[in-house]
């Protein structure tokens, strides 16, 4: 069964300060990985995937990650965080076996950044 | 163009009874996910849907059962409810195939269970 963990379970910085959440997950197979953001009252929205290829992805709203396959590491990082990007955020990993494609989800950073 | 949109928005249910949440998905999606978001957790895979048959299922009770109908719209039913089915259920859609793997979430409905 593959699992994720998230080892910051809530960050507070200041607005310039950079950013790194780590993710970390198990799974044997070949994974395609996510970042999802949940703003405050907002849904879910997927912030940057990796599904192959160049192993540093870039997301939308300046935000990055990468995937480090020696470590099952998926960190998300962003040089210069503003006060709009207070949020939850989750990373998430599907495995490819088969067409069904479940999501397992790690248990979310909030992150809070004060002006 | 429509993204995924969820009813009711909350609810509010007493212990044993059931429930059912409704989910459209994304314009051009024919597949249909649910996930269960308990305060403070991420998302657990509930069940998918595709083609109108439940093509995958995570570790939840018979209790929670679902439809997708022929426009590829979905329900999630919950039957006996406990107070610990209270949480957040969200609907994700995606697109059968070589995309399969992106998934596109609603606002969920937020289940209240006293």
């Known amino acids: 069964a593959q699992s994720v963990s998230q080892h910051n379970h809530h960050v507070i910085l200041s607005e310039a300060a950079s950013l790194e959440l780590g993710c970390n997950y198990s799974?044997?197979?070949?994974?395609?990985l996510f970042w999802y953001v949940q703003y405050p009252g907002q849904h879910l929205q997927l912030l940057l995937k990796?599904?192959?290829?160049?192993?540093l992805v870039k997301g939308i709203k300046g935000f990055e990650a990468e995937f480090i396959k020696s470590k099952f590491s998926f960190n998300l990082r962003k040089p210069s965080v503003q006060w709009s990007d207070t949020a939850e955020y989750f990373c998430?990993?599907?495995?490819?076996?088969?067409?069904?494609?479940?999501?397992?989800f790690g248990t979310g950073t909030r992150l809070q950044v004060t002006l | 163009d429509a993204g995924v949109t969820q009813s009711p928005t909350h609810l509010i249910k007493t212990r044993g009874q059931q429930v059912t949440l409704r989910c459209s998905p994304k314009?051009?999606?024919?597949?249909v996910s649910w996930y269960q978001q308990a305060l403070g957790q991420g998302p657990q895979f509930i069940f998918q849907y595709y083609e109108e048959e439940e093509r995958q299922r995570g570790n939840f009770p018979d209790r929670f059962s679902g439809h997708q109908f022929p426009n590829y719209s979905s329900e999630l039913n919950v039957n006996a409810l406990l107070l610990g089915d209270s949480a957040l259920y969200l609907c994700?859609?995606?697109?059968?195939?070589?995309?399969?793997?992106?998934?596109?979430f609603g606002p969920g409905t937020r289940l209240t269970v006293t």
């Open positions: 314009s051009g999606h024919d597949t």
């Open positions: 799974y044997g197979g070949t994974v395609n």
């Open positions: 994700a859609s995606s697109l059968m195939g070589q995309n399969s793997y992106e998934q596109y």
């Open positions: 998430a990993v599907n495995n490819r076996a088969g067409t069904a494609s479940k999501l397992t």
């Open positions: 990796y599904f192959s290829g160049d192993p």
